[in-house]
């Protein structure tokens, strides 16, 4: 049974399809209903829900880092790529995009054990160029996991030039 949350979010959306916020809350919900309750037909429905979203308003970053959100919660880890890609189409220099791509590599590395994958995600981001703390703060993880130390300090270090008080917690916190 699904909880009040969900259902008043799933009716917001209903009421009003053309708003993204209530788009992106349904999603948000049933995603998270879905995972905790092993449901794939929520889960899709909230994917259909934050596609929506998206499509009604392709600039807002939201949608996209909770599409990648989803994708990475299964390891679809090239898939999340893919969303970060498009919403940093919109937003370069989005710090939460540029943080779950860097994220998503650490998880090829660290969850799939899969090096190939890892610098692909990686060199994808590079490519951008990464100019966010968070990219940043996220890649020198993935390096570090994939024991380039020289790589991993350096990218620690352009982190704290962007953010000379970079916080772990903050970084972890936006990642959600």
Known sequence: MQTGSVIEARQA????????????????????????????AEMQEGRGLLQRAVEIDPSNPA???????????????????????AGLEWNPHHPTLQGLWAYAALQAQRRLEDDSLTLELID??????????????????AYEERHDTAAAESARERARA???????????????
């Open 162 to 176: 962007l953010a000379p008080k970079l916080d772990t917690d903050a970084c972890l916190e936006r990642l959600r």
């Open 124 to 141: 994808g981001l590079r490519r951008l160029p990464v100019d966010t703390p968070d990219g940043w703060f996220w890649l020198s993880a």
């Open 63 to 85: 949608g996209y880092a909770d599409l990648a959100r989803m994708d990475m919660s299964v390891m679809a880890l090239t898939a999340a790529a893919a969303q970060l890609r």
């Open 13 to 40: 959306a209903d009421i009003w399809p053309w708003e993204p916020a209530y788009l992106l809350r349904a999603g948000r919900a049933l995603m998270s209903d879905g995972q905790m309750r092993e449901s794939e």
